[in-house]
Structure formats: C-alpha cells, structure tokens
C-alpha cells in the first residue's frame, strides 16, 4: 500500500465517545442532532458508542435517561474511588438507545482557577472575562473529559481506535484536557454556530456583506464574548478534525476563528416519525388539540379545514425570523385572499412562569365559550410580559384581535409534553401542522425546516440557512407548492421576505386537497434524502481524518 493511499484509508473507530451539554438533557437543535443520529452510530460502531452529558437532575429524574447500576458498575466504583467522579450510567431514551454516562460536575468549581491557570499557560485560553455561564460550561467540560480519560484508563483503551467527539465551546475545554493528556486519542470538534457570528446577528449588526472586513478577536471584545470565543478558537485550532455543519457556517468559521472546518451536514432519523394509521392518527389527534385550544383562548369558534401553520426553535427574535414571520402576518391579516382562517402559531420558549389557571378551566369545561379571555393570544403566563418583544409587537400591530380571519397565539413554554396546557410533545403538535415557516436571518443548519419535512409538512426557509442551501442544490425551491421553499435572504431584504411568506399563505389557502398532497409527498421525498442514511457518511470521514492525525502524531 503506497503512503497516498494508507493516507487516505478510511479508519474506523472502535469506540467513540461525544459529549455535549444536551446529552439526555433536552435544550435546544444539538439534542436533535445527537439524539437522531444515535442510531446510526449504534449500528456503525457495534454499540461502542458513550455519550457524556451533564447530571443536572437533582429531584427529578431526566425524563430521556434510563439508569442502569448495573452497567459500568466496575469502573463507577472505581472512578469514585480514584478519580473522585460521581456518575450514573445507563441508555439515552431515544431510537438506538446508546449508553450515556451523566457527569455531575459540581465539585470541579474547587478546582476551577487552577485549570484555568493551566489552560491559559498550556492552549491560552482566557478565561479573565469570562461571566454568565461560562465556568458552569467548562466545569462540565472538565468533568467529561476526566470520566471519559477515567473510562479510557480502566478498560486499557490505548491500543484501540477510539475518537472522542466534542459540541460547541461549552465543550472546548473538555478537547483541550484531552489533547493534554490522551495524545494516542483523536479528537474532533464541532461548532454548531460561531460565538462571534450569532452575537454579531444578535447585535443586529450585518453579519453577510461584511463578513470578510471583521476580526473575530477584535469583534469578541466589542461584543463581551472573548472567554467564549477564546475557548472555541483553541478547541477548532487543536482538534484532529474541526467540523462544522454547513457551508454557510464554514465560512464563518474561517473568517472569525481563522480555521477551515470540515462539513458534517445534519441528518434525521426515520425513526421519529409515525406511519399509516398511527401517522393519520397523530395528525388528526393533534390538529384537534390545536384548534380546541385555539377556541377556548379567543371564545370563537374555529373551522375544521382552517389552514395551521408555526414557526419554532430558539427565542432569538431576528435571528431566527420571528420579525419577519409577525410582520408577513401582519400583511396577510389585510388581505382579502384568504379561503381558508389562518390560525399561526409562534412556538418559542420564553421566560415562562406558568400555564394560564383562566385558559386550564376552560380546557377541561365542555361549554362552547363565546367571548375571549384576556391576552388571548397567548397560552402561559411570562415573567415581565410587556417587555417580551413577541408580546410587544403582536400588539403594537394589533395582532392580538381575535375577529380577524388570521389568529396567533403565542406558545411560549417548551413542549416537552408537560407544558399544562397542551401537554403534547413538539413532535406530536408539529405533525398537525399544514405548513412552517422559518425565515431565519442566522441559521447555521436548520432543524426546524428539516423536521417539518420529515413529517410531511410543506416548509419556508431561507437561503441563509444550511439546510435551505442543501435544498436548493437538490431541487426547485422556488414555491411552497415543491414541499420546500427557500426564499433569498440577505442582511437587507427583510420586506422581500415578510412579502414571500404572506404569498406562500395565501397560496396554501387557496390550494386544492389534490395539490396539498402532491406537495406533502414532495416534502416527503425530499426528507427521504436528507436523513442519517445518506449524511453519516461526513462524520465517517472526519472520524476517518481524526484517527490518521491522532496516529501520525
């Protein structure tokens, strides 16, 4: 075998370790991301596979982790006993059900300004500035590493290909320790959005057509986010392999952390998904719940074949589009187009206090009500609700009428299937749904749009985000009508795009059943080939690239 090709014989992990602050522990897109490709990775590497996340469960327990005692339990006893670590192990509650190991990471704080100390004197990193939740991050990171060199040690691992796998700069530190103390290990980082990039957006500042003028250090210290930053910088400079999940986000990366990254787009897992009957089932079951709600809040009554539509994921109001969605509604609420009601959901966790007792009685009264309960847009109460930016603007455009054909209501708690008000998993609502819109400004992959069409459901997203981009390259993404619309976005046109979504409703509102079906099989097929099946296959070479550095070294 020549050198060229042994340099490019693909490697194969025997274990593979990833741990990332949303390990059984369900927060945000990186959950999506871990726990839909589990499977995947189960079938891959013969089970080999840990997954490392935070024991943040104190009274209750993590509704997605089994405990078992019984696995591990050698090296749980051990570790406690040698290395101080206290963690349970037991499976991840979702499709695959891979082994996961929970890290509390609280006696680390003690040890905090010497690891800093050494960080900064081994990788520079610098911690002086950090606040918010930066030492709870990397106190977790810390604590991972250190199970998972613990779990290395006990077993002898040193002459295996093991790949140790690292999420956003929450877990930077964790790749620094590794790379510190492992050396035969390959490592491999992933930044699922840059620090500077989402806060420059979130600073409403133009990220796009000024991109190439901006020094991510310098931009770190004018934003407040140079401990951060500084952490991401060293993990994506010192990983066998950096990724990132698309191309728009690689040019971020390359721009602000002066490091090319390696793309590992975002797949899902068929799994999730329900079908035949039980598929019919769950949409009608959800529908129901959306609309019965919907009546009890504005005290009128809703037509059956009203068109549902939402938009989801992180409160960040411009980033994510929630702007431009209002705005569109806005627009769509004076024309007279519309065949159909339109009831439009913002499914967006906010500062949430709790579920409304006023909206709770009438759900569980038979009685048709006639007239709307105050703030009848909204389902939860909020903590300082009339500085809440959806709040604001869905009433400074008197958006929170219920007489109109178009109705909103803001769902501002997680669906995790306890909100106390619908008590329905997003999955379980989402499949209800006749289409999604999503006009994300910073949109690094986009599950949101991806999930949509893996369960059948017609979406809007936008040239900026990955998956729009991955869209495009596949098919005609210029109308709704193809199952996925990707409508061009810079940092300028946001009229253009509030324009697009308010054709797009109307356009559904007025389309035949025959066509509603063509476009939600069109959605279908295009989820088909965007699942784990056909995009492992990246991380299999950045796992590949990883080893071959970690054996070269």
């Known amino acids: 075998m020549t050198k060229k090709q042994v340099k490019n014989e693909l490697l194969i992990p025997d274990y593979v370790f990833e741990a990332s602050w949303e390990v059984c522990n369900k927060m945000g897109g990186i959950y999506t991301v871990l726990s839909s490709k589990a499977k995947t990775m189960q079938t891959i590497y013969n089970g080999n596979v840990l997954f490392v996340g935070p024991d943040v469960w104190k009274t209750d327990e993590s509704p997605w982790f089994v405990e078992d005692k019984k696995l591990f339990a050698d090296w749980i006893k051990t570790a406690k006993k040698a290395d101080g670590l206290k963690i349970r192990c037991g499976y991840w509650d979702v499709p695959g059900q891979p082994k996961a190991v929970l890290v509390d990471f609280q006696s680390f704080f003690d040890k905090k300004d010497d690891f800093y100390t050494h960080m900064w004197n081994t990788f520079k990193v610098d911690s002086l500035h950090a606040y918010g939740d930066y030492d709870e991050s990397c106190m977790f990171a810390y604590a991972a590493a250190s199970a998972i060199e613990s779990f290395y040690n006990f077993y002898r691992l040193e002459n295996k290909n ?39 957006c979130s600073n409403n500042k133009p990220l796009y057509g000024q991109l190439k003028a901006y020094n991510g250090d310098q931009m770190s210290h004018e934003l407040n986010v140079v401990s951060r930053h500084s952490v991401e910088k060293a993990a994506a400079h010192e990983a066998d392999c950096f990724t990132t999940v698309s191309g728009v986000t690689a040019m971020e990366c390359e721009q602000l952390l002066r490091c090319k990254p390696e793309i590992t787009p975002n797949g899902f897992e068929k799994d999730f998904v329900p079908t035949g009957r039980a598929y019919t089932t769950k949409r009608n079951r959800a529908r129901k719940a959306l609309i019965g709600m919907t009546e009890k809040l504005t005290g009128q009554k809703i037509d059956k074949d009203c068109l549902l539509i939402a938009t989801s994921g992180r409160y960040e109001y411009r980033n994510k589009g929630i702007d431009v969605f209002i705005d569109a509604l806005n627009r769509v609420k004076y024309l007279h187009k519309l065949e159909k009601q339109v009831i439009a959901f913002i499914m967006v966790p906010a500062w949430v206090d709790s579920p409304r007792e006023d909206l709770k009685t009438r759900l569980k009264s038979k009685t048709d009500y006639t007239t709307p309960l105050p703030n009848p847009f909204i389902t939860h109460n909020i903590h300082n609700m009339d500085n809440d930016q959806i709040v604001s603007q869905l009433r400074w455009l008197k958006l929170d009428e219920v ?99 308010c054709d797009a409703i109307c356009q559904l509102s007025a389309m035949p059943p025959e066509r509603v079906a063509e476009m939600r099989k069109k959605a279908t097929d295009k989820a088909a080939i965007a699942d784990w099946g056909h995009f492992y296959r990246h991380y299999s070479d950045a796992y590949s690239k990883a080893l071959h550095k970690a054996k070269a070294r």
Not at 163 to 190: C, I, N, Q, S
Request: some cysteine.
């Open 162 to 200: 093991v790949v140790v796998h690292f999420d956003e700069w929450m877990l930077g530190m964790g790749l620094l320790y590794v790379k510190d103390r492992l050396p035969k290990v390959a490592t491999v980082f992933t930044t699922h959005a840059t620090t500077v990039g989402r806060s420059i």
């Open 403 to 501: 007489q109109s054909r178009v109705k909103i209501v803001f769902v501002p708690s997680y669906l995790n299937g306890a909100d106390g008000i619908l008590n329905m998993d997003y999955y379980d609502l989402l499949i209800g749904m006749d289409a999604t819109f999503f006009p994300s400004y910073y949109e690094p992959w986009g599950y949101t749009p991806h999930e949509s069409i893996a369960f059948s459901v017609p979406t809007l997203t936008t040239s900026l985000s990955g998956f729009g981009v991955w869209a495009k390259q596949i098919d005609d993404c210029s109308s709704i009508a193809s199952g996925i619309r990707v409508t061009t976005r810079n940092d300028d046109n946001f009229v253009h795009v509030a324009i697009r979504i």
